[in-house]
Each structure stands twice: as structure tokens, then as C-alpha cells.
């Protein structure tokens, strides 16, 4: 299915790297369910930017009942099921190395909040649209994770273990979907620049990331979204189970 005929639904899709995502599908003609859960006026402005192709939806993809409802209005709204799922929707988190929370500190209610966010909201969208992806023999979930698994420069104990487990729920799933049409697959990348997670990010570090690549730059949230169209697009029809780094090439194993 080209991306022009997808109905494409991107968690957290308002703003940071998921704004950016909505713009790369609408920008190809899809249209986009933009979830948000507290960004109410940037999910608003997105989709009266993007226009009729555009609807923003609030709800916590870690509340079933809230996700259900998502996807019953869209149905209503475009008059058809969701094709393509990019689960993005990110818990709390602040990405500065200096403020994370140590082994010898760290309480088990950070590592529940993170595996709530990353791996029940993506089990709770991906069983949502289950029905829809077998009725139509197509579907696309693209899982958003990281390359601190490759490269754990930075202890981010609870954010890294919950994106592990999505890795691993990823590979299952696409097992288990595989006959029925549906891939599954993940795009990890470093710290973008900037997104609202990386705002307290030291400059410093994004330099010494930008040196240690290949490409001598740190990837933008505009160049990662555009790799997340490649696992909606045709061209990654036989694809399956995979987990892409996208981050200039500083992690290369």
C-alpha cells in the first residue's frame, strides 16, 4: 500500500520527534491521527497545518478503553481503519546525563513508569488495530526505541531496559503477525537535536556526538522521521522483526 492510501496513527504525535513524524506522512499524502495526551494546543495547530488529512485525538495509550475510543474515531472521522501504527508516545523523561538517576538511587516505580509508556501503550495500540490490519491484510507498526541498547554511554537504567523490552515485544509480534500481512519493526536513534526530551542536553555533548559519527552531525528529528516512512513504505515490504539505527552512523554493530 503506498503511503498516499494510509491512514497512519503516530502516538505523541504533536510535537518533539513525533510532530515530525506527522509531517513526513502528511507531507506524502497519508492521512494522520495525531495522538496527544497534554499537548492539546500544539495538536490543535498541527492539524490545522497539515489540514483535512490531520486529526488530532487526545488520549493515554496506556488506558485500553482510551485507545479503543481513539481508533473508533478515526474510523468515524475518515470512514476507514487505521493502516499503520508509529508508537512514539514517550513517558516523562529528561535526557541529561548529569540529573539521571544512579543504580545505587534508582526505585523500581521509574522502571514501571517507562514500561507502562513503551511497552503496554504499544501492546494497547497494536491489539486496537488488530482488527482493522486483518480485515484489510495490511499493516505497519513501527516501534520507536533507542541505540543505548548498542551503546549504553549513558546509564539511563529505567528509559533503556523499557525500549529493550519493545525491541523484544517487537520481534514477537512480528512473528506472531507475520501471516496475516502485517509487519513489525523498530527505528532507534541517539539524542536527536533538538527535541523537547534533549532540551537539557549540554551543547557539549551533542558536539562530541556530532564528532564521533561518520556524517560529523548529530540526526535531526526531520532526517529520523523520514527513515520511519521507509517501514510504511512499499519498499520494506519483506521486512520484518528489524531494528534500524538511525543516528549517523555512531553506533555500527
Known amino acids: 500500500?503506498?503511503?498516499?492510501?494510509?491512514?497512519?496513527?503516530?502516538?505523541?504525535?504533536?510535537?518533539?520527534?513525533?510532530?515530525?513524524?506527522?509531517?513526513?506522512?502528511?507531507?506524502?499524502?497519508?492521512?494522520?491521527?495525531?495522538?496527544?495526551?497534554?499537548?492539546?494546543?500544539?495538536?490543535?495547530?498541527?492539524?490545522?497545518e497539515v489540514?483535512?488529512?490531520?486529526?488530532a485525538v487526545r488520549a493515554d495509550v496506556t488506558d485500553r478503553d482510551q485507545v479503543d475510543a481513539l481508533f473508533a474515531r478515526a474510523?468515524?472521522?475518515?470512514?476507514?481503519?487505521?493502516?499503520?501504527?508509529?508508537?512514539?508516545?514517550?513517558?516523562?523523561?529528561?535526557?541529561?546525563?548529569?540529573?539521571?538517576?544512579?543504580?545505587?538511587?534508582i526505585g523500581w516505580q521509574a522502571f514501571c513508569a517507562q514500561f507502562e509508556g513503551s511497552v503496554r501503550g504499544a501492546l494497547n495500540t497494536v491489539q486496537a488495530a488488530l482488527p482493522g490490519m486483518r480485515a484489510q491484510r495490511f499493516?505497519?507498526?513501527?516501534?520507536?526505541?533507542?541505540?543505548?541498547?548498542?551503546?549504553?554511554?549513558?546509564?539511563?537504567?529505567?528509559?533503556?531496559?523499557?525500549?529493550?523490552?519493545?525491541l523484544s515485544l517487537t520481534r514477537t509480534l512480528a512473528g506472531d503477525l507475520g501471516p496475516d500481512g502485517i509487519t513489525v519493526n523498530m527505528l532507534s536513534g541517539g539524542l536527536l537535536?533538538?527535541?523537547?526530551?534533549?532540551?537539557?542536553?549540554?551543547?557539549?555533548?551533542?558536539?562530541?556526538?556530532?564528532?564521533?559519527?561518520?556524517?560529523?552531525?548529530?540526526?535531526?528529528?526531520?532526517?529520523f522521521a523520514d527513515a520511519v516512512l521507509f517501514f510504511a513504505s512499499p519498499w520494506s515490504r519483506a521486512v520484518t522483526g528489524q531494528n534500524l539505527v538511525v543516528d549517523g552512523g555512531l553506533v555500527r554493530d
Open 139 to 166: 499493516g505497519r507498526v513501527i516501534n520507536i526505541g533507542t541505540n543505548l541498547f548498542q551503546n549504553p554511554v549513558v546509564p539511563y537504567h529505567d528509559y533503556t531496559a523499557a525500549k529493550a523490552a519493545l
Open 51 to 55: 489540514g483535512p488529512n490531520a486529526l
Open 75 to 105: 474510523r468515524a472521522h475518515f470512514g476507514r481503519d487505521i493502516t499503520s501504527v508509529v508508537n512514539n508516545a514517550l513517558a516523562t523523561f529528561s535526557f541529561n546525563g548529569d540529573a539521571r538517576a544512579k543504580a545505587d538511587a
Open 193 to 223: 537535536r533538538s527535541t523537547d526530551a534533549s532540551a537539557a542536553t549540554p551543547a557539549a555533548v551533542f558536539d562530541y556526538i556530532a564528532a564521533n559519527t561518520p556524517l560529523r552531525s548529530v540526526t535531526t528529528p526531520a532526517e
Open 1 to 48: 500500500m503506498q503511503l498516499s492510501q494510509q491512514l497512519v496513527l503516530v502516538t505523541g504525535g504533536a510535537r518533539g520527534l513525533g510532530q515530525h513524524v506527522t509531517r513526513a506522512f502528511a507531507r506524502e499524502g497519508a492521512q494522520v491521527v495525531i495522538n496527544h495526551l497534554h499537548s492539546v494546543d500544539a495538536a490543535q495547530a498541527l492539524a490545522a
